[in-house]
């Protein structure tokens, strides 16, 4: 496939967005302990095969054991057009800090757009008034932008990416 072909071949981001539903402390010292055991394992040179399939095993149930402290919800962008159509819809609002579009109706209207959970609007407005804190309605929200932005990801390191002459 060429790279022309990849570009108009790209598909829409998606994301899963993690709510923590129950304390996963427990679970991430578990993971903790499963992955000094897997590298303590991995340095002894004639280490036993089932052992280290044990110790495999064991990571891979305490991640899902934190994994399953949290309700991920999926979200997939908007098709490019359709993204722009909704910021058109929720323009800056005069004499606000507004920029590019209504801070206050845009971030929740975008996350209606791109949720795949089959939440319905009524759910995601008791979501937002009763079981989420401001902070948590922030980064969910954030979420659906960032993919329908199509910012990078910020977990690559500074230059990555730079043009050699």
């Not at 129950?22 to 992955?35: F, G, K």
């Not at 407005?125 to 309605?137: C, N, R, T, W």
């Amino acid at each position: 496939m060429s790279k022309s072909d990849r570009l108009l071949a790209r598909p829409r981001l998606s994301a899963e967005h993690p709510i923590r539903i129950d304390d996963d402390t427990e679970a991430r010292a578990e993971v903790e302990q499963a992955q000094f055991v897997l590298a303590l394992l991995r340095t002894q040179g004639d280490a036993d095969e089932a052992a280290v399939r044990k110790a495999k095993a064991a990571l891979a149930r305490a991640r899902k054991k934190v994994r399953d402290c949290y309700e991920w919800i999926p979200l997939r962008a908007m098709e490019a057009g359709d993204f722009e159509e909704l910021v058109g819809e929720h323009k800056p609002r005069p004499g606000s800090d507004d920029k590019v579009w209504n801070n206050e109706t845009f971030p929740k209207a975008c996350l209606l757009a791109c949720d795949e959970s089959g939440r319905s609007e009524a759910d995601w407005e008791h979501i937002f008034a009763h079981v989420l804190s401001g902070p948590e309605q922030v980064a969910l929200c954030n979420t659906a932008i960032r993919i329908n932005a199509r910012t990078p990801d910020e977990s690559l390191p500074k230059g990555w990416a730079q043009i050699e002459p």
